[in-house]
């Protein structure tokens, strides 16, 4: 039930007074000219204003025009417009409760915000773990106890604003939408952490709790970094330059994309976009159709490593075709059509005959096997023609271990090779909720090109364009889950994570707010990943002030980068904010290294948040821990627990030097405290192998 929270006017004849100013606006003047009022869409019905502080309010008017600002819990602020068309006014706010109305009125224009909440307002943002809906992405990437985590999120004191998608060369004043109350339909497709965390603070605070939801999945960290920050880095001073030399050549580009026809598709759920659409490019299956202006490209592989490099990430419908030649022996015959996983959706046919698709998410790593009927047979040059609308710019028919090839249906050991040179077309770009058609003859490459790969993870565009719109609305903190997209090229995040934070912190200008951030999980990334650099320098990062992180060595799914267990990851993230934002006596932290001394031949470990004492659980038999001396030649070391000190030994290693814990991929927690929070994976060494 909805709690009925007192303004602490009600009742005086101060709160009488000002409700009638509030109602009527500006009483008494003079009939003030036409104005214009615009206001960002931070600003709208629903929201949450943080509580017990001076927020700013903001907007654009006519230069000069006089500004006046109220809200019905007791406060009022005015300015006048400034040359340029902006203003922005300082609002005291008292402690949580609502709801209230927030009245702007410039001249004759009064926008009057209504349902408004006073409480603790808190970013989540990151890529597609933070991105991972309450409704998970099944059946590839379920969430645990979906279907009921939904049916209960009615909490109309918890409220939901999503940041739509977008990516920019220049910081953007505003971005799309809108605040929501938290309700089984908009939970579910909110992020699931970002719910999990709000609603343990609700649930300990009783309070209303504002989630500022802005993500983008598969990026990395430099996307999110400002310019003047991220040139700080000698590395990408120039890369920084480039891009901003850059911004009329991209403005030209963009202006090309949207003079196509569109789909707008933004109030669709993420899954049900591709339903339905009509790129009118169906001619690309027949036979004799002419794809001599498509390009080549080599399959099995990701899209990223095929098309980055010629022209900037894609996300959006592309098309491949491929002629096979086929015994004769095959006429007339049922054939199987195996193509190996595809990351994201497909149509597929067969000299012009539809065999086959999947046109729902979540079967990204499922492999597509379709039967080719015998009537379609009919040549002995197949023409296979697949229709790819790509989630992601990593996606693409990307089964490198498993082979593409077609075969009689009853004879898998004739087989024919589909793998090697594809022609590839893409027909439509997905952005900003939008799909823009392009025409399937090549016209996608007479569009403006760039000095460099422009996309969602071109450096500094997510800080311009999801970031930057949010400053300077007041926050309590921020939450955040990123790193996996960052393993391949692993050893500049040691200064590129603590690098954002203190640029987050400096463009909102309230000091060192809270940030608090998960580890990433284990996971089966690859030989060329190095994941536990990554949850190092994050563990590292814990040096800036008010900052924590959230362990999940525990509850990781290895065989999925997105694992299911997102209750736990929100509920350990809050346990930090509960402990050091609002005073609440909680264990909040699993042990962290803090010292190491070497006795004899064995390593002594102490760590932080290790009251009570360490407890170990070794994993078949592995400690997950691994000792060497000054060759740097690790092996398994030997554990024993005595109190908040690890004695970490190995009869191989008689002059130890140095020790790491879950240093790989897919390590996960053998260490935890008696609160049964786990350890980080740490390293004592400083080698970079």
Known sequence: MRKNYQSPCVGTTAGVLLSILLLFSVSGAKAAPKSVLVMPSLFSDNMVLQQKSVVPVWGKGEPGQKIYVAGSWGAEAKTAVRLDSSWEVRLRTV?????????????????????????????????????MPLAGWPPLFPLN???????????????????????????????????????????AEFSAVGYFFGRKLYSELHVPIGLIWSVWGGTEIQPWIGAKYLSRMASYKDKVETIENSSG??????????????????????????????????????????????????????????????????????????KVNIPKSWLDSTLVLDLGPIGGMDETWVNGTKVGGILERGYDASPRVYDIPGSVVDDTILTVAIRVPLISSWGGIWGNNVPMEVHPQFDSTQTVSLSGAWKFMPVAQYLHGKYYVFSPDGEIYSRPKLPFA?????????????????????????????????????????NLFPLMIKDWRAAWGEGDFPFYWVQIAPYHYGKEANSEVIRNAQRE???????????????????????????????????????????????????LYRSMKVRGDKVMV?????????????????????????????????????????????????????????WGNAQEATLFNKAGLPASTFKTDHWRR
């Open 145 to 187: 106890n979906a279907s009921e985590e939904i049916r209960k999120a009615e909490y109309p004191d918890i409220r939901l604003f999503t940041a739509s998608p977008k990516y920019a060369v220049t910081p953007q004043s505003d971005c799309s939408g809108s605040w929501t109350e938290c309700t089984p339909k908009t939970a």
């Open 249 to 322: 050549l991209i403005s030209a580009r963009m202006k090309w994309i949207y003079s196509h026809p569109v789909v707008d598709v933004a109030s669709k759920a993420p899954q049900e976009r591709w339903k339905g659409l009509d790129f009118d490019d169906i001619r690309c299956p027949e036979v004799n159709y002419n794809d001599s202006l498509w390009r080549s490209v080599k399959l099995p592989d990701y899209w990223i490593y095929n098309y980055e490099n010629r022209d900037g990430r894609f996300i959006g419908a592309v098309w491949f075709r491929k």
């Open 454 to 494: 422009y996309s969602e993870n071109t450096p500094t565009v997510l800080y311009n364009g999801m970031i930057a719109p949010l400053i300077p609305y007041r926050i309590r903190g921020v939450i955040w889950y990123q790193g996996e997209s960052n393993t391949n090229e692993p050893y500049d995040y040691k």
């Open 541 to 591: 990062t814990l040096s800036l002030p008010h900052t924590g992180m959230a362990v999940t060595l525990d509850i990781g799914t290895p065989g999925r980068i997105h694992p299911p267990d997102k209750q736990d990851v929100g509920l350990r993230l809050a346990l930090w904010a509960l402990a050091k934002q609002y005073g609440e006596n909680v264990v909040y932290s699993g042990p």
């Open 95 to 131: 402690k949580a409760g609502g709801p209230y109305v927030l009245n702007v009125t410039a001249g004759d224009s009064t926008i009057r915000y209504t349902n408004v909440m006073l409480g603790e307002v808190w970013v989540c943002s990151g890529q597609s773990n933070m991105q």
């Open 606 to 662: 102490s760590f932080s948040h290790a009251s009570g004492g360490l407890v170990f659980k070794p994993l078949d038999g592995d400690s997950n821990f691994i000792i060497a001396g000054k060759d740097s030649v690790f092996v398994v070391g030997k554990v024993k627990v005595e109190g908040r000190t690890l004695v970490v030994y190995s009869p191989r290693v008689k002059h130890p030097i140095a020790v790491r814990y879950a």
